[in-house]
């Protein structure tokens, strides 16, 4: 499948065969994600929306997925053995799954941005030299020789359309793999999103970095309520966010929107505000490296707090010994489960991607995950808005496969760091 760079490829297995050469267009390289977004009329207001939503999805997104890693692995009770199937994203969570040996993991995106990046941290776990190296690559800022390790130890291991993409220039003639010298968080549509919140806060005399001067729990809450909460009861944040498009950079689509807004009283500052506020007061700021990258824009120094757990030092054997049973495909993941036997995934993991789809989409992707599923596979997905979207839009008979676990849903929401979703949904495969 085309990834929508001059040098375009076929995939076969884990493997790329070029095919030939297509233009570089941006509307090309969005044409998979628009078929997944798109849900209206190119010309109506809604369509046009949509079509704007597709155009900036169609480059880097997500620098850093926005799941917590470590929610996914306990609620699918992840071990040796199982066969996962994921959506990629920004690839951080793969790399944590792998630190509980499942047999394999396949990671599926339409987003061609996200293939090249999770190629190329493979790539990086195998070939940078120690342990450090890989920290200071995706872990520190104001690194600038890290291309210089990219080119040495990462590069000519790369597949070509993957390599392409990071070796490409920028009309200043600066490659795009020169992110990784800087800062690459604060990179793609999320690193833009957080900035102008940033400096939305700032217009207001607010410093959303003053939170990490907090020593505990009750410090944190404070300087939300006192600081950060009366910024969204501005009257030009509010306008500002009724806006469908203000949440593009959360890869947030005119769809889930809709559903997101359903959470507070009718404004997305509201809904906004809440969800930060899960952020910076529910958690330790020392446990969650969601809140470094949303207040500090960075990660925590080795020691100074929690990292992703592929940055972590105790992890590194094991990931790197297991990096081996991780495929990425360019796919859609519909179409790639009707590729599986019956019976061959063990655990789904579908992300946010479920609040894009239109019930058609829905009952096609549960009528895959289903047939592919093993006896007791589980799912787990997350939801703009607080409940399940899955009864009344997916058949009884697909739905009655499944055993939904709402307890355990509900804990498992509470326990997310990351603090941007309504909820967390787990479904367990019943017994025939």
Request: charged share 25%; with cysteine.
């Amino acid at each position: 499948m085309p990834l929508g760079y001059p040098l375009a490829a076929k995939q076969v297995g884990n493997h790329l065969a070029m095919t030939d050469v297509s233009s570089d267009l941006v509307f090309r390289r969005g044409k998979k994600v628009g078929k997944a977004v798109y849900q209206n009329r190119a010309l109506s207001k809604a369509g046009m929306s949509e079509r704007l939503f597709a155009f900036l999805f169609s480059g880097l997104v997500y620098p850093q997925i926005w799941e917590d890693p470590d929610v996914d692995m306990d609620a699918m009770q992840l071990g040796k053995g199982h066969r996962v199937v994921t959506i990629a994203s920004g690839g951080c969570n793969i790399l944590a799954y792998l630190t509980r040996a499942p047999a394999r993991i396949e990671a599926v995106d339409l987003n061609a941005a996200h293939i090249a990046l999770n190629r190329m941290k493979l790539e990086a776990v195998r070939r940078l030299p120690s342990q450090g190296d890989l920290f200071r690559f995706f872990g520190a800022a104001g690194t600038s020789h890290n291309s210089q390790a990219y080119d040495r130890f990462i590069a000519p291991h790369l597949d070509p359309v993957s390599r392409h993409y990071w070796e490409r220039r920028d009309w200043r003639g600066v490659r795009r793999i020169g992110v990784f010298d800087r800062n690459f968080y604060r990179t793609g549509l999320l690193g833009l999103f957080i900035a102008m919140g940033h400096r939305t806060a700032k217009f207001f005399g607010v410093d959303p970095a003053g939170i990490m001067q907090a020593r505990n729990i009750g410090e944190q809450r404070r300087f939300f309520h006192e600081e950060l909460a009366p910024v969204f009861d501005r009257p030009l944040l509010k306008w500002a966010t009724s806006r469908k498009a203000s949440l593009f950079g959360l890869g947030i689509p005119p769809a889930q929107y809709d559903s997101l807004i359903t959470s507070g009283d009718g404004t997305m500052a509201s809904v906004l505000k809440a969800r930060l506020e899960k952020l910076a007061c529910d958690f330790p700021l020392r446990d969650n490296y969601f809140a470094w990258q949303a207040f500090a824009r960075r990660y925590p120094e080795p020691g100074e707090a929690a990292l992703p757990a592929y940055l972590e030092k105790s992890n590194y054997d094991t990931i790197r010994g297991n990096i081996d049973r991780v495929a990425i495909h360019h796919a859609n993941l519909i179409e790639f489960l009707a590729g599986k036997d019956a019976g061959s995934v063990d655990r789904f993991v579908l992300l946010d991607a479920q609040d894009w789809m239109t019930d058609e989409q829905l009952n096609g992707l549960w009528s895959e995950i289903s047939r592919s599923a093993s006896a007791g596979a589980r799912v787990i997905f997350r939801t703009a808005a607080e409940p399940t979207l899955l009864p009344g839009r997916v058949s009884t008979s697909l739905l009655d496969q499944w055993a939904y676990q709402d307890e355990a849903s509900r804990d498992f929401s509470a326990r997310d760091r990351s603090a941007i979703y309504g909820g967390f949904h787990l479904y367990v495969k019943r017994a025939p």
